[in-house]
């Protein structure tokens, strides 16, 4: 008998094999079961609300039961699910009918969940002190503004068209989510709005103001992860500090809020283009720029512009679409022009490679100005009376900077070449034709532009401060590709230090777009480079290769660099309780001061 025991080994035998029942692991189906119920009861929101379209959510339902029990499967149905057929069974007998007059555009996917309280702001000059909360927690997911004025919820626009892709979004939305897109009151909205306007549409007029306040007043549906970055820009040239300022009982600013809420809505619209996603992904990165995020804003224009190619923003629309949509084929031809002014502008600052080259540049140049005469005088910087004449103005000046970023890319490459052997071959055609072309660009501007002084407009100063970075970019120091190279740059350098003090006197500056960061610190670095080391010069009576070398004017070039240092250093450390990166870009300056042994002190305010 013991002969006849079967051995266990590793393997098991077909008899064994065809014993063994196989199935999902313990508690997986009543696991799928719980988050069913759940979203059923999730669901049952929509009938309380009286929400019409809880017929699509039902109808669907009730066929998806039909086709499981034809199948022989017997379904469980939850309190939930009956809750819903008597609701719905109660509805239709009371044979009324309600319509949503807006929608919210999408659910938000709650993955921040750093803080749970609702924080209140205030904006000075309300009538009304309304809360302003973020990140309330909600237990059913209709998207709410702080002031109670809520919309009715709006499921994906397939729904429309095809209830069962409506229930797979609406469910990955659900069961995703925790919390609601909890949006601003009207207030904040508006003051914030007022001062996209006022200080970012002057250099990026891709959004039609009239359009986007009517749709907030009316409650239309708008993407939220927009709206946010929008909100995130706007808030950081607000002259109320309590949108930059972590509240009592928060770690994060409304600011950084408002940022890090777009960031994670906008990860559901990356495979679906839209206008409006391209024009989130530019104000966002414009605001990484100000975070010291270089990487990250680079990344966003990217994105913003192989969106907008997508879209086919960069070619011209037909005839008949045109005349069809004249509104918004002005916005895609605003838009477009924006990714490549914006394009321009980061890699300037970042020394990284364009991503728009004048071959995929396809569309005209905007044609006519926005319709907002409307808005008072009071709350209109001096600006041009005109808006698109200056966009224009930008754009080609933005075209002059890239020529000069590609010239600069190509200077350095031949430099590795002579480096390795091949000998140097400098295009002096190609820089005597960039020079040019930024003395032609000076000739083009309007009389009122021509020069930068106290009564120009803030946007004329912006131009010009873009202007002479642009030539301290061609001129730079290590490349001196002209005689006129050194006082050039100290000119440029001079003239944005005089243009900082200018908005410095007028309290503007805060409120200049972020790229004048750069400029000023250019200007400051030429400025560093007119100095004299204190070791050079108590042994050698040379001056600064960037200062002409006068020996009877040394000392003053170096007293006048000096105080033009202190005055960008100065610049920079104001605007730092707005912009992050100010801050470094002025102790980046006081760094290399310590390295020269230089003191600033005992200079003059």
């Known amino acids: 008998m013991a002969d006849n025991k079967r051995l266990r080994v590793s393997k098991a035998c077909d008899s064994c094999r065809r014993k063994k029942k196989r199935g999902p692991p313990k508690g997986y189906i009543e696991a ?107 237990q059913h997911f209709q ?176 005839e008949q679409e045109q005349s069809r949509n004249r509104l918004g084929a002005e916005l895609r031809r605003r838009t477009w022009w924006s990714c490549y002014v914006v394009d321009r502008l980061v890699c300037a600052g970042l020394g990284r490679p364009l991503t728009i080259t004048k071959q995929e540049c396809e569309i005209g140049y905007p044609q006519y100005d926005d319709e907002d005469n409307d808005r008072s005088a009071s709350t209109m910087l001096a600006e041009p009376p005109t808006l698109i004449p200056n966009f224009i103005h930008l754009i080609t000046l933005s075209r002059v900077q890239g020529q000069i970023l590609q010239f600069i890319k190509a200077r350095a490459v031949e430099c590795d070449e002579s480096n390795d052997g091949h000998s140097p071959n400098p295009n002096s055609t190609a820089f005597s034709t960039l020079d040019k072309s930024l003395a032609e660009w000076r000739q083009t501007l309007p009389e009122s532009l021509q020069t930068p002084t106290r009564k120009s407009p803030h946007f004329g100063l912006f131009l010009h401060m873009t202007y002479n970075t642009s030539i301290i970019l061609l001129h730079r120091p290590e490349f001196f590709f002209s005689a006129t190279s050194a006082s050039l740059c100290t000119q440029a350098a001079a003239t944005i230090t005089e243009i900082t003090e200018i908005l410095m006197k007028a309290k503007v500056l805060s409120s200049m777009f972020i790229s004048c960061l750069y400029a000023i610190f250019s200007a400051g670095l030429i400025h560093f480079i007119n100095i004299p080391s204190v070791k050079r010069s108590s042994c050698s009576s040379s001056v600064s290769p960037t200062v002409p070398s006068t020996h009877g004017g040394s000392i003053n070039h170096a007293l006048t660099a000096k105080t033009d240092l202190k005055r960008c250093i100065d610049a920079l450390k104001h605007v730092s309780t707005h912009w992050i990166s100010a801050a470094r870009r002025a102790k980046v300056l006081e760094d290399l001061l310590d390295l020269k042994h230089v003191s600033l002190k005992g200079l003059e305010e």
């Open 32 to 138: 799928i079961e719980a988050r069913l119920h759940r979203m059923e009861g999730l669901l049952g929101g929509l009938i309380k609300d009286k929400d019409p379209r809880a017929d699509i959510v039902k109808a669907e339902l009730d066929a998806m039961a039909r086709e499981a029990e034809m199948t022989g499967l017997k379904l469980r149905r939850s309190k939930a699910y009956e809750e819903i057929n008597n609701a719905m069974a109660a509805f239709a007998a009371s044979g009324s009918t309600s319509s949503t007059a807006g929608f919210s555009q999408s659910f938000s996917s709650a993955h921040d969940t750093s803080s749970s309280d609702s924080r209140k702001y205030s904006v000075a000059g309300q009538q009304h002190n309304q809360p302003l909360h973020v990140h309330q927690q909600q």
């Open 143 to 318: 998207p709410r503004y702080a002031d109670n004025r809520s919309p009715s919820p709006r499921l994906p626009a397939a729904a429309i068209q095809n209830a069962r892709s409506s229930i797979s979004n609406s469910s990955k939305y659900l069961l995703n989510s925790m919390q609601a897109v909890i949006l601003p009151s009207i207030d904040v909205m508006d003051h914030l709005m007022n001062i996209h306007f006022r200080f970012v549409h002057p250099v990026l007029p891709m959004l039609h103001q009239k359009t986007l306040l009517d749709q907030i007043h009316r409650k239309e549906p708008i993407p939220s992860h927009f709206l946010f970055a929008v909100l995130g820009l706007a808030s950081r040239f607000s002259d109320n500090p309590i949108f930059r300022d972590p509240q009592p009982g928060a770690d994060r600013p409304p600011c950084t809020v408002f940022y890090e809420r777009a960031k994670v809505l906008i990860k559901d619209e990356y495979d679906h283009s839209q206008i409006m996603t391209v024009q989130a992904l530019l104000l966002m990165s414009i605001q990484q720029m100000g975070f010291c995020e270089s990487q990250r804003a680079w990344l966003y224009v990217g994105m913003a512009i192989r969106m907008a190619q997508d879209l086919g923003l960069n070619k011209e629309l037909s």
